[in-house]
């Protein structure tokens, strides 16, 4: 494989002919580079008006590799050509290397420039590349390529530095100006003045360098189609976007280059590029596929328009208890939420898993704004937030089977997009059932990202090693025991007359997620509605969570050995009735016998209007479980559960005689369902009123809660 390096351009606030003198004491050899043992000048060619000098040398260089490897390879030194051009006219010097030593196993190109700097002609810019193909080598090439990275990369920081040196030895000994260089005089001919080409490329933060009137931060890596002359400037890096070592500079230069090559449209900030590189450990492969993929979502759902187009609901202003809340000690942005005091059920139920996605979505993109921001108070690079959750409050009802799917469904879109903005996450007055939640969810979160969480239980945050170790004492929320008042809203419990049906919901066109938790689903006198569910592991457990928001229902759960066949299409039809549409598929066939050709689980469930029902059952056996739901009539229907024909064509005549429900079904694994089964039994507290009627048999277990 083969490995390369791209350097961000170096600006030397020195004229270039000073930075030659410097860049001539280097030879034959430095001391500043214990591995540089030694160079010889092989050939020297200069132009007749001496503008142009090409020198051409043979470098030995020690290699700091093990004693063994040396012996294998036969070598104690390493030989490297090096051809220099010096332009004076033009003041450029281009420097090609390549390997003398295997150069049939082993290929070394570098190349490096120093120009004028197209902005000051007092300055001078340096660029360096490089690449490395390791074909072959004894057996070592992992060992060989990693050892001669390292190198690489060491030998790389000391450049500037080196450069530096000799600058301050020259002024040291009274030179601090060397003239430039001008054509000879000749007879008839008057002296002619060089002007330094201007041929300018753009590099990000050369005015805030130059003391002139700086850009706003926040806009310096926002980019439009670029072209690949557009350069990072070092010192620009630095200030931005962090210490960086050699080989990440290079992955982000390089990645960077190839989207302004490659990728239509619109460029992404620098600070953002730099996050998926780091979310992949800067494997430049693995990074430019998670980012392009981040940019096509985008894209196609218009994310960066989000900010300025889209007016948050009215009930989520007044029930969303979180918010941007001053900053940490580090002058991060801090996000406060109280989870415990929030109603996701009622939020889910109300406004819809779309709209919780984009307020989480409207979170990330304000906690981007808000590092430019920072960042420009605050004068260093700030690419991440702190997230306060108090989970004060926390309890069963938070972990509500739909409501923890649409927290999963949630922060799979946050994870894919907004990699590496999470400094810390605190998390507070953590409850006895978190870890229940915890299980949930942190599978879905990246392992770098669950490093960064920190838990306290009960008041423990309070106090040295707590929160104080992170926000200032002032900022503290009165909420939790400090003096500053927080701006969010208290939250409470969503009146379910805001509640929407499952039809309201489907019908909105959704463009994050392609599908909703619920479904709907009508219930007809004489036709109820039937899932099936292929259960292949006994202990598996079969979990619901449904809404009756029209008529009363019985719940029912059979079980076969059998798989059900569904019956043909519009049998009505073959018997010369004109079909509706309006009946379920039935599964149970007609001519099965209960306790026969199948059994039922549990004592069947009768479920008023208005009420909402979750509950569980671990399976006994491996087979076809079928949950049923029929219409509920009075006086009680016969006990046989199959349909009768004329009860089917009463429900195709009578629209009364039909009940509607809302409902979400999942079946969890054996090795899950204890985490996730406490959040189905659950539920008695105030806040959600519910209260519980549970079954249970001898051949299973089933719990199901149910709330008016």
Known sequence: ?????????????????????????????????????????????????????VTERRCVIDLDAPRLLKRIAGVDYLYFIQKNTLNRRDRT????????????????????????????????????TASLDIKSFFGFESTAEKIAMKQYASSIKKGKEIIEYYLRELEEEGVTYIPRWTPPVTSGTSKLKFMPPTAPRAIPGKAAKSGLASKDPASLPEMVVGSPDDKLDADYIRRYLGDLTPLQESCLIRLRQWLQENHKGKIPKDQHVLRFLRARDFNLDKAREFLCQSLTWRKQHQVDFLLDTWERPQLLKDYHTGGWHHHDRDGRPLYVLRIGQMDTKGLVRALGEEVLLRQVLLINEEGLR??????????????????????????????????VKALLRIIEVVEANYPETLDRLLILRAPRVFPVLWTLVSPLIDENTRKKFLVYAGNNYQGPGGLVDYIDKEIIP?????????????GGMVPKSLYRTAEELESEENHLLTDSIYKSASIFKGAPYEILMEITEASSVITWDFDVSKGDVIFSIYHSKRAPQ?????????????????????????????????????????????????????????????????????????????????????????????????????????????GSMTSLESSHSGFSQLSAATTSSGQSHTSSTVSR
């Not at 120009?115 to 000051?120: A, F, I, K, M």
């Not at 937030?385 to 509500?400: A, F, K, Q, S």
Request: charged fraction near 20%; charge should be negative; include cysteine.
């Open 1 to 53: 494989m083969v490995q390369e390096y791209q350097s961000p351009v170096r600006v030397y606030k020195h004229p270039f002919e000073l930075i030659m003198a410097a860049y001539m004491r280097r030879f034959p050899k430095c001391p500043l580079i214990p591995v540089f043992v030694d160079s010889e000048v092989i050939s020297e060619n200069q132009s007749t008006d001496g503008s142009t000098l």
């Open 93 to 128: 010097l281009h420097i090609e290397v390549h390997n003398e030593t295997f150069s049939s196993r082993v290929i070394v190109r570098e190349c490096c420039n120093y120009t004028v700097h197209p902005e000051d002609e007092e300055w001078t810019c340096f660029e360096q």
């Open 370 to 403: 808000r590092c430019q921001e920072n960042t420009k108070v605050f004068g260093r690079p700030i690419s991440c937030w702190t997230c306060v959750v108090d989970l004060e409050g926390l309890n069963m009802r938070h972990l509500w089977r739909p409501g």
């Open 478 to 490: 009165d909420f939790l025991g400090g003096g500053c008042m927080c701006d969010i809203p208290d």
């Open 566 to 674: 569904p019956p043909k299409k519009d049998t009505l039809g073959a018997h010369g009735i004109t079909s509706l549409g309006l009946v379920n598929t039935q599964l149970i066939d007609r001519n099965w016998l209960l306790g026969k050709d199948y059994s039922m689980m549990e004592k069947a469930l009768t479920c008023r209007e208005g009420e909402s029902v979750q509950g569980s059952h671990i399976t006994r056996w491996p087979g076809f479980y079928i949950l049923q739901w029929r219409f509920h009539s009075y006086p009680a229907c016969s006990t046989s559960s199959l349909p009768r024909v004329d009860d089917v064509l009463a429900s195709l005549q009578v629209s009364t005689h039909k009940c509607k429900i809302m409902y979400y079904t999942e079946v969890l694994a054996s090795h899950d369902f204890r």
